[in-house]
């Protein structure tokens, strides 16, 4: 019986296998010209969107006759109904626009110059919407953040680490503050690692009643310096900036409230420990009462105060502790409710992001969302109609479905069922939506809806490119779950060649990032990486993914089981999904490779080592190789100090395992690294040579983390391909 058993699965399976290559016969196959230079999976999307004041337009930026234009769009036919903005009118080839609360102005920025992830300055002007006029700012030189001051007369910015005022009638310009130089003090915008980790560039916010200016000052002296060489010169250049390695100095924080009236600026009392961190300020709906959040260096403790703008004096309303950390991330969707007297915020304390109602001084009124699943994001509040809206993963941890629920918690409604990824974009008055929906098979179609779900519009099918993906072979993700040695559940796909054979024995290539809180495994349209994938399985090679203990989507205790000990938890779940492929017939467990970028590329390399017996091959893409070379905020949050918790830094770390290495290592880095320094794969190059270990290594010249650029992009993934080929 068991024997019959086994031949009619076997026959079932040769039928499925047989199918597939039927349907891929006649197919192109995906090539890495389509992935990289013919742009073959580009997807079309609706983009600048920017709801208008009486909620029935919303404006969106678009290119016309290959000149920037602002369009005003009808919510209720989705149809076009003027223009607001004509950069070629204007004589202005704008990146970017904003409107002011009242409409009657926008401010445009060009030549738009990057700094890190989220910084960068540009020329700015204000366009008066009735007469058209423009006024450039500052004569054209370039400044950052220029934001509109709530009577639409005044505009805010910073140039050069100081914050500075104009008045638009006037044409006057206040410096606000002049203390401001490069490596030492910044007024108004977030030093590198409060940029890059508490995802924050912009540091000044108005006062609701456009009389006050709040803003951060960083005081970075005492940070110690990075030093990058930059090449393509006779002699070398450096470029210093300050970087808090974990251990060392942070920059000393603190929060000014400028008078416009009075021209005098009040210091806020945020306590008398320095050694803090101070992420957030808000204003409430009283216009003299700031808001900040405090977080103390080792994240465990978060709190939040209310500060009499006039006085500086500070009144704690809520503080949140952990024996692991309070991420600021599931704490970061503050809003003050228009009746002044409560606000809601989000929160995993119960040990899954929810939300929930408080009154004014802190104390809980209720908890509105609650059970096993996490509020990923919330969307928007309707005061008038009592109710909240937010993107939630209760359908699945591999799903972002949209819910409506009433204030008192009652009357939850999907407003979005379909399986997928949804992300949204809400109109200000709460009466429509516009949906970004896509699955793991289909691009995303952008769709107009009104409060109830109901659809109104299709603004985007991507029907081009589903068109052409159709006359495509290609490989179709597969989800599914397995438990660890531990019993622990984990995610993961698999993607198989289109022509897949069930006889034929595959080389397998794992993708890993596996950071806290990260996700891989989503039912959602993927990047250049996913179609790079689809390219090497056109090649024969079988693509599969692990979401690790400590990633994302399943709530506190699953991200937080990696705390004080990364690395550990993450290879031993990589491993065992490895032995999990392993022992499926199509997989040849000899050629079993893995790869990844930062995280990723960290991974990547302890896997290869510690995993020696089951991965014959790796590639590392600018991979943190030690965490006491990675900032103080990120590293800190999960491993504490390394004063604290020496074992936790370099029990994992790829430099203390090289003598481990048994397998093919491929290390790339880009010179001009300014997140994760090229100086983690020069030290682990040191240390495997010490180890006599072989492995190849390639650098690219000046690129920062991204290594993106010119032909960079087509360069690297064909270098890797090559590697693959050759190695697995």
Not at 209 to 225: L, M, N
Not at 445 to 465: M, Q
Request: aromatic share 12%; glycine share 8%.
């Amino acid at each position: 019986m068991i024997k019959s058993w086994k031949l009619l699965c076997l026959a079932l399976i040769c039928s499925v296998g047989a199918s597939i290559i039927s349907q891929a016969q006649g197919l192109k196959k995906v090539t890495m010209e389509d992935v990289f230079k013919k742009g073959t999976f580009d997807q079309k999307t609706v983009s600048g969107i920017n709801w208008m004041k009486d909620g029935q337009f919303y404006s969106s930026q678009i290119v016309r006759n290959g000149a920037p234009v602002v369009v005003k769009i009808n919510v209720a036919t989705g149809e076009e109904s003027g223009v607001l903005l004509d950069g070629r009118a204007l004589g202005v080839n704008f990146s970017s626009y904003s409107f002011n609360a009242d409409e009657s102005k926008a401010l445009i920025a060009t030549d738009v110059e990057a700094i890190y992830r989220r910084s960068s300055k540009g020329i700015f002007y204000v366009v008066d919407m009735a007469s058209g006029e423009k006024q450039q700012l500052m004569n054209g030189e370039k400044i950052s953040y220029a934001t509109l001051s709530p009577d639409n007369n005044k505009v805010a910015f910073v140039k050069e680490n100081n914050l500075y005022m104009v008045d638009l009638i006037s044409d006057k310009l206040t410096q606000i503050t002049t203390d401001g130089e490069w490596n030492k003090v910044i007024n108004g915008s977030a030093d590198w690692v409060y940029e890059e980790e508490f995802s924050m560039a912009q540091a000044f916010k108005w006062s609701t009643d456009g009389k006050k200016i709040a803003f951060i000052r960083f005081d970075e002296s005492q940070v110690p310096e990075y030093n990058m060489q930059l090449w393509g010169s006779l002699y070398p250049k450096d470029y210093k900036f300050k970087y808090p390695k974990a251990g060392e100095k942070n920059s000393t924080v603190s929060i000014h409230v400028y008078d416009l009236a009075s021209g005098k600026t009040q210091k806020v009392d945020a306590g008398t420990e320095t050694d803090i961190y101070l992420p957030r300020i808000y204003w409430t709906k009283e216009a003299n009462t700031l808001a900040f959040i405090r977080l103390n260096r080792l994240q465990n403790q978060l709190d939040l105060f209310h500060a009499d703008a006039s006085t500086g004096a500070s009144k704690l309303i809520i503080s949140e502790t952990s024996k692991t950390y309070v991420d600021l991330e599931y704490n970061d969707d503050l809003q003050y409710l228009s009746d002044g007297k409560t606000f809601i915020r989000t929160s995993e304390q119960d040990g899954f992001k929810h939300i929930y109602h408080h009154n004014l001084d802190g104390t809980l009124i209720r908890q509105i969302t609650a059970g096993n699943w996490e509020v990923s994001a919330m969307v928007g509040v309707d005061e008038k109609a009592k109710k909240i809206y937010y993107l939630s993963t209760e359908a699945s941890p591999l799903e972002r479905n949209f819910y409506v629920i009433n204030l008192d918690g009652k009357g939850k409604k999907v407003l979005s069922p379909d399986k997928g990824t949804h992300s949204v974009n809400m109109s200000s008055d709460r009466k429509f939506y516009i949906d970004y929906y896509s699955t793991a098979d289909t691009p995303v179609t952008v769709s107009l809806h009104d409060a109830s779900g109901k659809e109104i519009k299709v603004l985007e099918d991507n029907i081009v490119l589903r068109d052409r993906v159709a006359g495509l072979a290609l490989g179709k993700k597969e989800f599914f779950s397995f438990p660890t040695v531990d019993g622990t559940s984990l995610y993961g796909y698999i993607l198989k060649p289109a022509d897949f054979d069930p006889n034929k024995k595959y080389p397998l290539l794992m993708y890993v990032y596996g950071g806290p809180g990260s996700q891989n495994v989503l039912n959602g349209w993927g990047g250049l990486r996913d179609f790079w994938h689809q390219q090497l399985a056109a090649e024969g090679y079988i693509i599969a993914c692990i979401d690790n203990r400590g990633t994302g989507g399943r709530g506190r205790d699953f991200k937080h089981s990696t705390y004080a000990n990364l690395g550990k938890l993450e290879t031993i779940d990589q491993i065992e999904g490895a032995k999990h492929f392993a022992k499926m017939p199509f997989v040849d467990a000899a050629r079993i490779g893995i790869w990844g970028w930062s995280y990723g590329g960290y991974m990547s390399s302890l896997a290869l080592m510690i995993g020696n017996d089951v991965f014959k091959t790796a590639i590392a893409v600018a991979p943190v190789t030690t965490w006491r070379y990675y900032d103080t905020i990120y590293t800190e949050r999960y491993l504490q100090t390394p004063q604290l918790n020496a074992a936790g830094y370099d029990n994992n770390s790829p430099i203390n395992h090289v003598n481990q290495l048994r397998g093919n290592f491929l290390l790339i880095h880009g010179t001009g690294d300014d997140n994760v320094h090229f100086q983690n794969s020069v030290d682990l190059v040191n240390a495997l040579i010490t180890a006599d270990k072989q492995f190849e290594t390639f650098y690219y010249p000046n690129k920062n983390h991204g290594i993106y650029g010119g032909n960079t992009t087509w360069h690297l993934y064909t270098q890797m391909t090559d590697f693959l080929k050759e190695k697995l």
